[in-house]
């Protein structure tokens, strides 16, 4: 495995830009994939400065170790960003809390374009979908195990998918004939579950199913909310936390989640005077979001549906 078959980073100048990272002294990529973030994020880091990279994917750990080599300062950790509290051992630096901190949601390119991961309705492969390899949940599990109205529950609501019904309906049918196996099969059924009016325009018409199944299979959303809450906490005062999205699903969550931390107040609009006691936890650096130029959206075309979010930390 080689950082080459990583994905670009995206928007790098502009989370440089935001984290100023030589004005830090401990710093964390919560989703290193395989390590471009994190490679910008040291080359200004001072070099009495630390960085932890932490990532699900053994791969992306393996193959960001051998881009991040020759950083002595750069500390890689397996793990789930969602348990980021638990993960780093800040203490043992002698650092109360980070610096900067970054998150890049969503699936890289390398566990997209690798066949073998399942994630890919374009590519035959087992239905996988796993970020985590050593996880034993699948998204064979999902598909042949769940009940179709389970099924139809995840397919709206993480896939945003009007046809979900229909789509649950047909997958529950075929698998009463043999278990469904492989990507192709599924983005074959999914395909024929939806009207042939609605699949003449648009993108593949099994990418919002795929989407939900993989948000399943991983987790991504159920705990989001709490796990960049937990990042903004561990943040010093005056650091910044960067977040990517790649979905109205995940964008949402996180530009609320700002908002509170911007204005926690809980008092009625008609209260006269603040009564609740809490206080304004950060300030929003990104009224709206960031989103790739045109120069890097020809180079990179995955990256338009990425929107970048910032808040910084009040003391």
């Given amino acids: 495995m080689t950082e080459s078959s990583y994905h670009t980073p995206i928007m790098l100048r502009e989370v440089l830009e935001l984290l100023d990272p030589a004005s830090c002294r401990v710093t964390v990529d919560g989703t290193l994939g395989g390590g471009g973030h994190s490679e910008g994020i040291l080359e200004l880091l001072p070099r009495d400065g630390v960085h932890f990279g932490i990532d699900r994917d053994p791969d992306a750990i393996e193959a960001a170790g051998k881009r991040l080599a020759r950083f002595d300062n750069f500390h890689p950790i ?10 780093l051992h800040l203490n043992e630096f002698g650092a109360d809390g980070a610096d900067g ?5 969503g699936v890289s390119s390398h566990q997209l374009d690798d066949g073998s991961r399942g994630f890919s309705y374009g590519t035959e492969a087992p239905l996988d979908m796993r970020m985590d390899k050593t996880s034993p949940f699948t998204a064979y599990d999902v598909v042949n195990g769940y009940p179709a109205a389970k099924l139809y529950e995840v397919i709206r609501d993480y896939g945003e998918e009007r046809f979900a019904s229909r789509i649950a309906n047909r997958i529950a049918a075929e698998r009463e004939k043999a278990p469904i196996e492989t990507t ?19 993108p593949h018409p099994a990418r919002r199913t795929f989407q939900a199944i993989r948000i399943e299979v991983n987790g991504e959303l159920e705990g989001l909310r709490q796990a960049v809450k937990d990042a903004a906490d561990l943040l010093n005062p005056g650091g910044v936390l960067c977040v990517i999205t790649f979905h109205s699903l995940e964008d949402r969550i996180v530009k609320n989640l700002f908002r509170e931390l911007k204005d926690p107040c809980t008092c009625p609009p ?4 603040c009564i609740c006691g809490k206080k304004p ?7 709206k979001p960031i989103t790739p130029g045109e120069r890097e959206l020809a180079d990179n075309p ?6 970048l979010r910032a808040i910084r930390k009040l003391p």
């Fill in 184 to 202: 192709t099969a599924l983005a074959e059924i999914v395909k024929a579950a939806i009207p042939a009016a609605a699949r003449r325009e648009g």
């Fill in 78 to 87: 397996h793990g789930n960003f969602f348990d980021m509290k638990n993960l």
């Fill in 101 to 105: 901190i970054l998150l890049d949601l």
């Fill in 302 to 307: 995955r990256s338009r549906s990425a929107k």
């Fill in 281 to 287: 936890e950060a300030q929003i650096l990104t009224n």
């Fill in 270 to 273: 008609s209260a006269p005077v």
